[in-house]
C-alpha cells in the first residue's frame, strides 16, 4: 500500500531548552484510502500534529512527507494535497456561506466554473442552501461546522485533516459528517486523518488508530489490537489504561472534610 | 488563469468591511465617488472659503514650513495609527489559521489585506486632498503642481497606512494568541491614541502656532520634522504656493523631497512583504500562564472595607476580576491623562488668574470626566456577558449583595481619583486657599461618587453586553448628556428659584449650582440604581 503520510522522529519542542515537548519523536505511517485517528487527552499534542502535517507551524526536529511532498520544503504542494477542519478556526462571520465558500476555493485555486457548482453542492449536502445567502454570525455552532467541512472539500483534496470533526454539531449533522466520511474513503479514495477524542467516533470510523500522549506516541494498531495490547475490553478501559485516569474511589473524596457536620 | 491570491484576500476583505451595506454593495462605489465628486467640485471650495484668507496669510508667512510639517505629521501619526488601534481592540489569530493552511504567500495575505481596506482610506485622503485643493486654487497653481501636491499627499499616507497595518499585522500575532495578550492590546489601543490628543491639543490652546512665529523655534522644529518623511512634501507645498505657475523655482526641492518620499514607500513596502512572515504566524508565543500571589495588604483592607464575611471576599472578587484587565487600567489612565491634559492646555494656571471663579473653574471642567471615569469602571457591570451575571442570580440573596460589591467597588476605585485630580487641578490656580482646595474636593467626591451610582444602575437598567453593542453606545451618551443636562438644569434653575440671584458673589452662586446639581444627581443615581437592581433580577 502507498503511504501518503510519512513522519519521521516529527518534533514540536516549546519553551526554554525545549521543555514542552507538544510532539516528541513522532514515527507514522497512514496510507492511501485510510482512515486513520489520533486519539488523545486534551493538550496531548493532537492539533499541533495536524498543524506540523499542514505546514501551519514547523517543527523542532525531524521531518515529515505528506502526499509525497515534504513539509519543509514544499509547503506549498502540501497544502494543496491537504484539507484541513481546524479545532476552533476563525470564521469570517461577516461574509455569508457562499461568500465564504467562494473566498476559500479562490484561495486554493479552485477553478471558478467547477468552483461555483460544487459550493453549491456541497450546501445542499449539508441543508444550508436556503441559507446560502446569511452572515455567518447568525449560524448556530453546528451550522458553522458544517461550513468548515465544506470549506475543507472544497479543491477536493486527496487528504483530509479533521481536528474534532463532530464535537459541535448534534446527534443528526453528526451523521452526516459520519456518513460523509465513511463514503470519501470508501467510494473518493481519499485519506482520512482524524484528530478526536470522542471514541465510538474514532472507533466507528478509522480502520487504524494512534493513541498519543504528552507528545509522544504510545500506542498503534487497530481497535482490537489495542485493546487486545491492554487487556482491556474496550476502547474506552484501554485508552484510559494507557493515558491515566481518577480511579473510582478517588471519585467523591472531594466531599470528605474532618470536623464537617453539614 | 488563477486569480491573484492578493486580489482574492483584498475581494475578501473589502466584502467583510461592506457587510453591513451588503444590499447596496454593488452600487456603493458610485456612490462614493459621487458623493466625492460633488465634495471636491461644490462644498469644499464653500468650506474652505470661510478661512481661506487666514490660511493664505499663513502659507505666506515665515513659519509656513514648519506649520505644515507639523499638519503632514499629525496626519500621518493618524492614519497610520487606524488599523494598528483597530487591530489592537480585536486582536485574533484563528483566521489566520485559514490562511496558513492554504497555499498563499503571507506577503500576499498582507498586501490583500492592506488593498481590501485602501477604498475606505482612499475616501478620507480624498476628503483632505480635496480641501487641500480648493484651498489652493486662488494662488492660481498650475495642473502640475496641483498634481504633484496630490501626489505628494496620496505617497505620504499611503506610506502611513501601509505602515500601520503591517504594524497591525504584527501586533495581532503578538498578541493576538492569548487572552492575557488580547487583554494588553485593548489596553495599548487606547493609550496610544493620548500623545496624539496632546499634539492635538497643544496645536488648539497650547499656542504653537504663535510660538512658530519666533524664527528660531520655527528652524527648530524645521530641522527635527525634516528628519521624518511624513514631512518631506511640506518645502514642495510651500514652494508652490509660493511660486504658483513657475514648478522651475523650486525644482530641486520637488525633485529631492517627492523622489524621497517615493523611494521611502517602495522601501517600507518592501520591507512590510519581508516582515509578512512573522506577521502570519502561528508559532506559539508565550508559555508562563499568570498565577495569582495570595493577598496582600491592599485586598486585605478591601475585604475589610466590605465588612470581611461574603461581601467582602466578593469585593475582593470583583476588584482583582477588574484590576487584573489591562484594558481597565488603562482606561482609567486615559482619563486621568485627559484630565491632566485639560489642566495644562485648558485651565491651568493662567485661566484661573484670568477670572474671579478661577478657583471653581478646574472643578466645572473637570467634573463632565468623572461620569466617563465612572462609567469606564462601573458600566463595566454588565461587558462580561449574561453568564456572568447568572453566577449571582442562581446563589441566594446575591444580586443584593452583587450591586452592593459594584458599587462599593465603584467607589473605592473612582473616589479617590477625583479627589486626587480635583486637588492637583485646584491646586494649580494661585488664588487657591486651603478651605476652597477642601471645597472643590468634597465636591468632585460627591459628584464622583453620584455618577458611579447613577452609572451603576444604568447598565443594570439598559444591560450592554458588549462595548460593541448600540445600547453600550448608547448609555455612554446617556450619562455624557445626564452629566450636562443636571449641570444646565442647576444653573438655570437657581436662576428662577432665588430671587436676587445675582445680587449673590460669583463663587458663592457657582457653589450653590454645584450643590444643587450634587443634590440632583444623589436623587437621580438612587433611583437609576434602584430600577436597575430590579431589572437584574428579572433579566432572563
Given amino acids: 500500500m502507498k503511504v501518503v503520510i510519512h513522519t519521521d522522529k516529527l518534533s514540536k519542542y516549546y519553551g526554554k531548552g525545549g521543555e514542552i515537548k507538544a510532539v516528541d519523536e513522532l514515527d507514522l505511517e497512514v496510507y492511501e484510502g485510510e482512515t486513520f485517528g489520533l486519539l488523545g487527552p486534551n493538550g496531548a499534542g493532537k492539533t499541533t500534529t495536524v498543524h506540523l502535517l499542514n505546514c501551519i507551524i514547523k517543527p523542532t526536529g525531524g521531518t515529515a512527507t505528506v502526499n509525497g511532498y515534504d513539509i519543509l520544503k514544499e509547503e506549498t504542494n502540501v497544502k494543496r494535497a491537504t484539507g484541513l477542519l481546524a479545532e476552533s478556526p476563525g470564521l469570517h462571520e461577516k461574509l455569508s456561506a457562499h461568500e465564504f465558500l467562494e473566498f476559500i476555493g479562490a484561495l486554493y485555486d479552485v477553478p471558478r466554473d467547477i468552483l461555483s457548482e460544487r459550493l453549491d453542492n456541497l450546501l445542499k449536502l449539508f441543508g444550508l442552501y436556503d441559507r446560502r445567502d446569511y452572515l455567518l454570525e447568525g449560524y448556530s455552532r453546528g451550522m458553522k461546522q458544517k461550513i468548515l467541512v465544506a470549506a475543507a472539500l472544497i479543491h477536493d483534496p486527496p487528504i483530509l485533516l479533521l481536528d474534532e470533526p463532530t464535537s459541535m454539531l448534534d446527534p443528526r449533522a453528526a451523521l452526516i459528517v459520519k456518513d460523509l466520511i465513511k463514503k470519501l474513503a470508501d467510494s473518493a479514495r481519499k485519506t482520512i486523518f482524524i484528530c478526536s477524542h470522542i471514541l465510538p467516533l474514532v472507533e466507528e470510523l478509522c480502520d487504524r488508530i494512534g493513541i498519543i500522549n504528552q507528545g509522544r506516541l504510545i500506542a498503534l494498531g487497530t481497535v482490537d489490537e489495542i485493546i487486545a495490547l491492554t487487556g482491556t475490553k474496550t476502547l474506552e478501559k484501554a485508552f484510559i489504561a494507557l493515558t491515566g485516569g481518577v480511579e473510582e474511589k478517588e471519585l467523591l473524596a472531594w466531599r470528605e472534610h474532618r470536623g464537617a457536620d453539614f | ?540
Fill in chain 2, 1 to 540: 488563469m488563477p486569480t491573484s491570491k492578493w486580489l482574492v484576500v483584498a475581494r475578501n476583505e473589502y466584502r467583510i468591511r461592506t457587510s453591513r451595506i451588503r444590499k447596496i454593495r454593488s452600487y456603493f462605489p458610485y456612490l462614493v465617488i459621487g458623493l466625492l465628486t460633488v465634495y471636491v467640485a461644490f462644498i469644499a471650495p464653500r468650506f474652505v472659503s470661510i478661512f481661506i484668507d487666514d490660511f493664505l496669510a499663513l502659507l505666506l508667512s515665515q513659519a509656513a514650513i514648519a506649520m505644515v510639517q507639523i499638519i503632514l505629521f499629525l496626519i500621518f501619526i493618524y492614519f497610520m495609527i487606524i488599523p494598528i488601534t483597530d487591530t489592537l481592540r480585536e486582536a485574533q489569530t484563528e483566521q489566520l489559521e485559514i490562511f496558513l493552511a492554504a497555499p498563499i504567500k503571507p506577503s500576499d495575505v498582507l498586501l490583500g489585506e492592506f488593498l481590501g481596506q485602501m477604498p475606505f482610506y482612499a475616501i478620507f485622503v480624498t476628503v483632505i486632498t480635496g480641501g487641500l485643493t480648493a484651498m489652493l486654487s486662488p494662488l492660481g497653481l498650475d495642473i502640475i503642481q496641483l498634481v504633484i501636491i496630490i501626489a505628494i499627499f496620496v505617497v505620504t499616507f499611503l506610506s502611513a497606512f501601509w505602515i500601520g497595518t503591517v504594524i497591525a499585522a504584527l501586533l495581532r500575532t503578538k498578541f493576538g494568541k492569548t487572552t492575557r495578550g488580547r487583554d494588553i492590546g485593548k489596553a495599548l489601543a487606547l493609550i496610544i491614541a493620548l500623545p496624539l490628543v496632546a499634539l492635538v491639543y497643544g496645536l488648539q490652546f497650547g499656542g504653537i502656532f504663535e510660538a512658530l512665529s519666533d524664527p528660531m523655534a520655527s528652524e527648530t522644529v524645521k530641522t527635527v520634522l525634516g528628519l521624518l518623511p511624513s514631512s518631506w512634501g511640506a518645502e514642495v507645498f510651500v514652494g508652490f504656493a509660493s511660486n504658483p505657475g513657475n514648478i522651475g523655482a523650486v525644482g530641486f526641492e520637488t525633485l529631492t523631497r517627492f523622489g524621497g518620499l517615493v523611494t521611502f514607500f517602495v522601501v517600507v513596502l518592501w520591507l512590510g512583504a519581508k516582515a509578512a512572515n512573522r506577521a502570519y504566524s502561528l508559532e506559539p508565543a508565550i508559555f508562563t500562564a499568570s498565577r495569582a500571589k495570595p493577598d496582600g495588604a491592599f485586598y486585605k483592607t478591601v475585604k475589610y472595607l466590605g465588612g470581611g464575611e461574603s461581601l467582602g471576599s466578593l469585593l475582593v472578587a470583583i476588584f482583582k476580576d477588574y484590576g487584573r484587565r489591562l484594558e481597565n487600567l488603562s482606561k482609567i489612565a486615559y482619563i486621568v491623562g485627559l484630565i491632566v491634559m485639560i489642566n495644562i492646555f485648558i485651565t491651568g494656571p493662567r485661566l484661573s488668574e484670568k477670572y474671579e471663579l478661577g478657583v471653581i473653574i478646574p472643578l466645572i471642567m473637570i467634573q463632565f470626566m468623572f461620569p466617563v471615569l465612572a462609567a469606564f469602571v462601573a458600566g463595566d457591570v454588565t461587558l462580561r456577558g449574561k453568564e456572568n451575571l447568572f453566577i449571582f442570580k442562581k446563589t441566594p440573596s446575591g444580586v443584593g449583595m452583587f450591586v452592593k460589591a459594584r458599587l462599593i467597588q465603584g467607589w473605592l476605585i473612582v473616589v479617590p481619583i477625583a479627589a486626587a485630580v480635583t486637588a492637583l487641578s485646584t491646586s494649580l490656580s494661585s488664588q487657591t486657599t486651603f478651605i476652597s482646595l477642601l471645597t472643590n474636593i468634597a465636591y468632585g467626591v460627591l459628584i464622583a461618587a453620584a455618577n458611579v451610582t447613577f452609572v451603576l444602575g444604568l447598565f443594570l437598567l439598559m444591560p450592554a453586553f458588549s462595548e460593541k453593542s448600540g445600547k453600550f453606545i448608547s448609555n455612554m451618551l446617556i450619562v455624557i448628556f445626564v452629566s450636562i443636562g443636571l449641570f444646565l438644569t442647576s444653573l438655570f434653575g437657581l436662576i428662577r428659584i432665588i430671587p436676587d440671584y445675582y445680587s449673590i458673589d460669583q463663587i458663592t452662586r457657582m457653589l450653590y449650582v454645584l450643590l444643587f446639581q450634587t443634590a440632583l444627581g444623589w436623587i437621580v443615581g438612587l433611583i437609576f440604581l434602584f430600577l436597575g437592581a430590579k431589572n437584574l433580577r428579572r433579566i432572563e
